[in-house]
Nanobody
Framework: QVQLVESGGGSVQAGGSLRLSCVVS????????MAWHRQAAGKEREFVAA????????YYADAVKGRFTISRDNAENTLYVQMNSLKPEDTAVYYC??????????????????WGRGTQVTVSS
């Protein structure tokens, strides 16, 4: 069974930084497309960033472009997102997701196969 476990969330002031991690077990991480999504209180879940199986292609939501960087370490079965210049509107639960189709232009919009339970990020003004 594929399991995804996020970590690294917390509380930070506006302008600060956080790095989220997601460790994947029970599957073939190095073949998966991976993504981060987030859900703020009272809002629908939204796409944040995605990365192809080999790290060669990345996608970002306009709201985070230039501030967030997604990366992966296939040797460690771990996905990351470095979040800089955080804003109060970045406050949300952040979810890691994996998809068995490891590439493709649909990475920002597709339904992912596996999800983590999320980690809370709170940015205060």
């Amino acid at each position: 069974q594929v399991q995804l476990v996020e970590s690294g969330g917390g509380s930070v002031q506006a302008g600060g930084s956080l790095r989220l991690s997601c460790v994947v077990s029970g599957g073939t991480f190095d073949l998966y497309a991976m993504a981060w999504h987030r859900q703020a209180a009272g809002k629908e879940r939204e796409f944040v960033a995605a990365i192809s199986w080999n790290g060669g292609t990345t996608y970002y939501a306009d709201a985070v472009k230039g501030r967030f960087t997604i990366s992966r370490d296939n040797a460690e079965n771990t996905l990351y997102v470095q979040m800089n210049s955080l804003k109060p509107e970045d406050t949300a639960v952040y979810y890691c997701a994996a998809d068995r189709l490891g590439w493709g232009a649909s990475m920002p919009t597709r339904e992912y196969d596996y999800w983590g339970r999320g980690t809370q990020v709170t940015v205060s003004s």
